[in-house]
């Protein structure tokens, strides 16, 4: 089975000072062990960047870019696998919208949806 990490966990992989941290950590090692597979998408990747590089004064990390994007390089890339996008996802990214009247920020979770069901 396939399993989505999902921002949130990606920067709580990155935030050793994050109450879930050991947790989070814990539980993609152990999806690691039983050998299910890891994937995240691009927008997880815009996502974590923009938290990961926004200022510690402004809900961010303070990192520069260079250390975000060698956390997703040589933390978060070996153990997952990028989501592409192709076509199909944004015909059903429209479907998913006219069916649930998605609306706001629950778009970009349908998004990540439409990806995982194409």
């Known amino acids: 089975m396939a399993y989505l990490l999902d921002t949130g966990i990606l920067l709580r992989l990155a935030d050793q000072k994050d109450t879930q941290h050991l947790l989070i950590l814990d539980a993609v090692a152990r999806l690691g062990d039983r050998g299910e597979q890891l994937v995240m998408s691009t927008q997880n990747v815009a996502e974590f960047c923009n938290v990961a590089t926004r200022p510690i004064a402004n809900n961010g990390f303070g990192r520069t870019t260079s250390e ?47 990806m995982m069901l194409v």
């Open 68 to 114: 975000a994007l060698n956390f997703v390089e040589t933390e978060i890339e070996p153990i997952c696998s990028v989501l592409m996008e192709v076509e199909p996802v944004y015909s059903e990214l429209k479907r998913l919208i006219a069916t649930y009247s998605v609306i706001g920020k629950q778009v970009h979770d349908a998004r990540l949806v439409a």
